[in-house]
């Protein structure tokens, strides 16, 4: 089993930023690659970025790219999401998910709930 716990959400002007991180315990972090996902209201669930299990590859959505960036530090059993030049659109709850890419997920975080004001 992997339990991943969210922090560092929060309310944010527009055009601020913040960052994301979520630490894992449990079975061998390194072995995941991890996924941001976050659900707006009234919408659904929607994939932000995602890493690979040595971090040597990343892929964005389109919404995000250029203004956020995923990063892990296996020795620390956490994945981050600097999240810049934020937009009121980006407010939603965000999921940190662990597996073997962004379509196979395995374990999901709680969420932590990120907030932009206009």
């Known amino acids: 089993q992997v339990q991943l716990v969210e922090s560092g959400g929060g309310l944010v002007q527009a055009g601020g930023s913040l960052r994301l991180s979520c630490t894992a315990s449990?079975?061998?972090?390194?072995?995941?690659?991890m996924t941001w996902f976050r659900q707006a209201p009234g919408k659904e669930r929607e994939f932000v970025a995602t890493?690979?299990?040595?971090?040597?590859?990343?892929d964005y959505a389109d919404s995000v790219k250029g203004r956020f960036t995923i990063s892990r530090d296996n020795a620390k059993k956490t994945v981050y999401l600097q999240m810049n030049s934020l937009k009121p659109e980006d407010t939603a709850v965000y999921y940190c998910?662990?597996?073997?890419?962004?379509?196979?997920?395995?374990?999901w975080g709680k969420g932590t709930l990120v907030t932009v004001s206009s």
């Open positions: 890493i690979s299990r040595g971090g040597g590859s990343t």
């Open positions: 449990g079975r061998t972090f390194s072995n995941y690659a």
């Open positions: 998910a662990a597996g073997y890419d962004r379509h196979i997920i395995n374990y």
